[in-house]
Nanobody
Framework: QVQLVESGGGLVQPGGSLRLSCAAS????????MSWFRQAPGKEREFVAR????????YYATSVKGRFTISRDITKNTMYLQMNSLKPEDTAVYFC????????????WGQGTQVTVSS
């Protein structure tokens, strides 16, 4: 059974940091590139960051570039999103997703983890 399970969300003050994790199971992790998306209340889901394999190339939305860092540990089948200098506009439900290498369709999605940035 394929599963993507996010964790690490919570409430943080502006300027603070959080690290999200996405644990994958049920598929060959190294055969997929992985991404983070987010969806704020009343808004459409938006791309946050992506990491490929095996080159581990990374791509970021302009809004998070320089503040967020995506990474993955193949040995643990886990992806991470280190979020620094958080802003209230980063408040959203964060989802991880997987797409098979050489394709553009995300086929597996997690259930999401809430990140709230507020004083």
């Amino acid at each position: 059974q394929v599963q993507l399970v996010e964790s690490g969300g919570g409430l943080v003050q502006p300027g603070g940091s959080l690290r999200l994790s996405c644990a994958a199971s049920g598929f060959t992790f190294s055969s997929y590139y992985m991404s983070w998306f987010r969806q704020a209340p009343g808004k459409e889901r938006e791309f946050v960051a992506r990491i490929t394999w095996p080159s581990a190339s990374t791509y970021y939305a302009t809004s998070v570039k320089g503040r967020f860092t995506i990474s993955r540990d193949i040995t643990k089948n886990t992806m991470y999103l280190q979020m620094n200098s958080l802003k209230p506009e980063d408040t959203a439900v964060y989802f991880c997703a997987a797409a098979r290498l050489s394709t553009t369709t995300y086929v597996y999605w997690g259930q999401g983890t809430q990140v709230t940035v507020s004083s």
